[in-house]
Nanobody
Framework: VQLQESGGGLVQAGESLRLSCAAS????????MGWFRQGPGKEREFVAA????????SYADSVKGRFTISRDNAKNTVYLQMNSLKPEDTAVYYC?????????????????WGQGTLVTVSS
């Protein structure tokens, strides 16, 4: 399985970005997907997850109401729409895939990880 993130960059506080993660290697529509992030000097943390068909989502409290996870199974791609960005959202963002169609926020449930994309939010 290969996961390739894109869409990171430098933005100002209050602006938006959309991250994409293209998956290959196995049947994308059978598996949940998740987004995690690691800020400077911080542990990697859960951001959002979506189940196999996109009917159920979960978010960290810190991004609820500002971020939206979605997926397009026809394109083997998961997205993270990030609005009202804050400096504390600065991090490397990773997409990941567990070995299940049910969403999970636990890092240990995820078997495959992308290389990450950097998001920097200036104040």
């Amino acid at each position: 399985v290969q996961l390739q993130e894109s869409g990171g960059g430098l933005v100002q506080a209050g602006e938006s970005l959309r991250l994409s993660c293209a998956a290959s290697g196995r049947t994308f529509s059978s598996y949940a997907m998740g987004w995690f992030r690691q800020g400077p000097g911080k542990e990697r943390e859960f951001v959002a997850a979506i189940n196999w068909r996109g009917s159920t989502t979960s978010y960290a409290d810190s991004v609820k109401g500002r971020f939206t996870i979605s997926r397009d199974n026809a394109k083997n791609t998961v997205y993270l729409q990030m609005n009202s960005l804050k400096p504390e959202d600065t991090a490397v963002y990773y997409c990941a895939q567990p070995n299940s169609g049910y969403l999970t926020s636990r890092q240990e449930d995820y078997d495959y990880w992308g290389q990450g994309t950097l998001v920097t939010v200036s104040s």
